[in-house]
């Protein structure tokens, strides 16, 4: 960027902008939110002349961020960066933002009325950008100073902006180009979304084609007669959208966002081919008048109460228009399909299907796929653009054009075309090439049909890494059934686990020490990471309690000392090795990012040491390098208590706190200061292998093995059984939580020792393992183990 954002300002404190302050404090910028004075009668009390008084809607959005749920800031002291204003007394200090962007209510007239306001208080360089989510840009730049015009533009943020991937950025005729490139990189790397840049229509890119997804559901369901619930079996998973389908989103969302958002595209695209689809229907305007909005009113497709003390889910019934229990739906054609291997085969498995969910799914993919295409041109510039903006704003697994290359063009248009549905030349115009798919793909790229014959390299992502594009090209260097190290280029290695859930089992553990071998003999740098859905869940849970129930504590034994071995290895590489976690992060995977001893965490990472919820303790070197990491910070002074040190990790593990971003994962010391994080996820393993080639090139050095640490020795281990004594005493916990949180003080104090003993890395990893042995022979133990993966969730017994 030539131009740095330094300071930010929102203009709008309701939902969406407070939630986008706060996003923006997660990218570490210090914004200032403003709102208008709240008017007489909006029911705020006070001295009407007071600050507190007239900041009182930016302070209640930032308050209500601080609350929500799920979380809008990464951490609580990430607020610190916002603070609120008013419209009327601090329009002057706008003067100090490099971004102004503007959030208030979708009324053309009202945003008009504050750029006019708001344009002799900017700096000359100033960006403004609107979060509209369907007016024109257009327009409102023309109510902009000319001056300004060139660094106005369109900035669609999806709600909640801190998890929804997508940024749509809209320019108008006169954006500057180095504007818009700008804005894109501070999207892209700061804030860490997957930009598109969309055309000015009405609902640009996401909006459009998902918003006719949606109506288009809404009127298969109507005429057909479907339920609710057989609906949402239909557009979920099984077609590779998001669990929660089509009416558990709308609820998400707002029916009343849903119909504002159909209602802009049916008035303002009056050359729309479907444009009728986006008409609500009856049912939606019933749904309007009688308040049923979805989460935010308590009641909308689906409602939530409370029966005998626990919490049932409701499903609106069409017919009746009152709630009812909810039915399974049964379709046998659904079961066939997810028996079906891969996303591709399981939609062709439901276009072929004969029964009601069959005619479903032909009915509305094959209106999606019509409509998708006639949008090429129209909102965007390509196919590539659309199937990002599903993915990245919708969550689908597959955008439109490719999940029909895996439906399959050919033999799908002949079917549409059957069934009386008119398709663009573009489509023809694919068929007739030799491949007969938007999409190929061969060793060195992937490729997407452009017009005319032409097919042109979908560039991936600036600053991004293909993993599965590497190992086409022929980069993997070792392969197992559970882990691949991939040669990165430039004298780096990806050791990349593809288990389920990527759990960590003795193909994994076995790859990790070849692979530090193979790094360190042919290779400047090694990085730890893969594009699953998630780093790792952790050690492969059914495996152990297989293992302990047949009492094969050889084995286990083994495996324990081989995975604390892979660790130490990662650790004491001559070669610098950086971990790359993000999602889920637990257990087994946590030990291997506090092994690797360098780490570049997306932003979203989930991570922590979690086995006491299972009857465990961490025994690949998890206690050993939490408790390192809290010594850290003691004072370098003799006689220091060392006791606050390892009740620090004792809390962390023993309450098997998960931090809910990589920023909290600092603050549980489960991530160094040292350690970089990366708010892009896409970005993730081109940042970590960046930082180890950076620290090969500084002249790494691995760590002293021989160093040892003091430990806070049998007086920590008493003064721990005493707090779990009370504890158990009052009934905060049971009697085997007190006997697991003994053992596990036993090994963060080092065991019986003198207060103040020196041990080294093997002594406490013995300890570990120890512990962990006499666990897996406990029948609680095995108990908790077994409830687990069996229900998901911990058994307090």
């Not at 300002?9 to 709102?35: E, Q, R, T, Y």
């Not at 208030?104 to 989510?133: C, G, Q, W, Y």
């Not at 994994?508 to 998630?534: C, D, P, R, Y």
Request: glycine share 10%; proline share 4%.
């Amino acid at each position: 960027m030539a131009q740095s954002i330094e300071r930010a300002a929102v203009i709008g404190a309701g939902v969406m902008g407070s939630a986008l302050a706060a996003h923006i404090a997660n990218a570490g910028i210090p914004v200032l939110l403003l709102d208008i004075v709240p008017p007489e009668g909006a029911g705020i009390t006070g001295d009407s002349a007071s600050r507190d008084y007239r900041d009182a809607f930016a302070r209640g959005g930032l308050e209500r961020t601080l609350k929500s749920k799920p979380a809008a800031f990464f951490t609580r002291s990430g607020a610190r960066l916002v603070t609120v204003g008013n419209l009327e007394d601090d329009l002057a200090r706008l003067s100090d933002a490099d971004w102004v962007l503007e959030a208030v209510v979708e009324r053309l007239d009202v945003k008009r009325d504050l750029f006019t306001r708001m344009a002799p208080h900017l700096k000359e360089d100033a960006i403004v950008t609107t979060n509209t989510s369907g007016l024109s840009v257009t327009e409102m730049a023309a109510a902009l100073p000319e001056a300004l015009r060139g660094r106005f533009l369109g900035t669609h943020f999806f709600n909640p902006p801190r998890y929804l991937h997508l940024l749509e950025l809209v320019p108008h005729a006169g954006t500057d180009a180095d504007v818009l490139a700008r804005v894109r990189a501070l999207g892209d790397v700061l804030l860490g979304k997957g930009v598109v840049v969309a055309r000015d229509t009405p609902n640009f890119i996401a909006n459009r084609v998902g918003g006719f997804a949606i109506m288009s559901c809404i009127r298969a369901m109507l005429d057909g007669g479907y339920t609710v619930e057989e609906v949402d079996s239909l557009t979920g998973p099984l077609i590779g959208r998001p669990k929660s389908a089509s009416f558990r989103t709308a609820d998400l969302v707002g029916v009343d966002i849903i119909a504002h958002a159909s209602r802009t595209v049916y008035e303002r695209a009056t050359d729309d081919e479907r444009r009728d689809v986006f008409q609500p229907p009856d049912v939606i305007e019933r749904m309007l008048r009688e308040k049923m909005l979805g989460d935010k009113s308590g009641r909308g497709f689906y409602q939530k109460i409370k029966k005998d003390g626990k919490s049932e889910i409701l499903t609106l019934d069409l017919g009746t228009f009152d709630y009812r229990a909810r039915e399974k739906p049964r379709f046998g054609s659904v079961e066939a399909a997810r028996a079906q291997d891969g996303l591709g085969a399981r939609v062709r498995a439901m276009l072929k299907a004969k029964d009601r969910a069959g005619e479903f799914v032909r009915r509305t993919l094959f209106e999606l796929f019509a409509y998708a295409a006639n949008r090429v041109g129209e909102v965007a510039d390509d196919v590539v653009t659309i199937d990002r903006a599903m993915r990245w704003g919708f969550g689908w697994k597959l955008g439109p054009f490719e999940l029909w290359d895996a439906a399959g063009v050919e033999e799908t248009a002949a079917r549409m075309r059957e069934e009386g549905i008119t398709l663009p030349a573009a489509v023809d115009e694919v068929l007739a090439t030799p491949e007969k798919t938007f999409y190929t793909r061969d060793a060195a790229q992937k490729r997407f049909y452009l017009s005319r014959g032409e097919r042109r390299a979908e560039e991936p992502p600036p600053g991004t890494i293909d993993l599965a594009a590497l190992k086409a090209a022929g980069a993997i260097v070792k392969k197992g059934p559970g882990a691949t190290l991939i040669d990165l280029g430039d004298g780096a290695a990806c050791l990349e686990f593809h288990t389920k859930m990527n759990a960590i089992g003795a193909d994994v553990i076995g790859m990790m020490q070849a692979s530090v071998k193979e790094v360190e003999a042919n290779f400047t740098a090694l990085v730890v990471g893969n594009q699953g859905s998630n780093f790792s869940v952790g050690a492969n849970l059914m495996l152990l309690l297989l293992e302990a129930q047949d009492g094969n504590w050889e084995e286990i034994d083994l495996m324990v000392r081989a995975f604390q071995k892979a660790n130490m290895a990662l650790k004491y590489s001559r070669r610098p090795v950086v971990a790359a976690p993000f999602g889920l992060t637990l257990g087994g995977g946590c030990e291997v990012v506090l092994g690797a001893g360098h780490a570049v965490a997306a932003a979203e990472t989930y991570i922590g040491l979690v086995e006491l919820g299972v009857g465990l303790i961490p025994a690949g070197g998890g206690c050993k390098e939490l408790l390192l990491r809290n010594l850290e910070g003691r004072p370098n002074v003799e006689g220091v208590d060392l006791f606050p040190f390892a009740r620090g990790a004792f809390e962390t593990i023993g309450l098997a706190k998960v931090a809910t971003s990589a920023a909290e994962a600092r603050e549980l010391k489960i991530l160094r200061a040292s350690d970089a994080i990366a708010m892009n996820p896409d970005r993730l393993l081109s940042s970590a292998k960046a930082m180890a080639l950076g620290l090969a090139a500084q002249g790494y050095r691995r760590p002293d093995p021989t160093v040892e640490v003091p430990v806070a020795g049998d007086g920590g281990v008493a003064a721990i059984r005493a707090q779990l004594y009370n504890m158990k005493e009052s009934g905060y916990i049971s009697e085997y939580d007190a006997y697991l949180g003994g053992e596990l003080g036993r090994i963060l104090c080092g065991g019986e020792v003198p207060a103040g003993t020196m041990v080294r890395e093997q002594y406490l990893l013995e300890l570990e393992r120890e512990v962990f042995l006499r666990l897996c022979a406990q029948r609680k133990s095995q108990d908790r183990m077994r409830h687990m993966l069996k229900t998901g969730k911990p058994l307090r017994n």
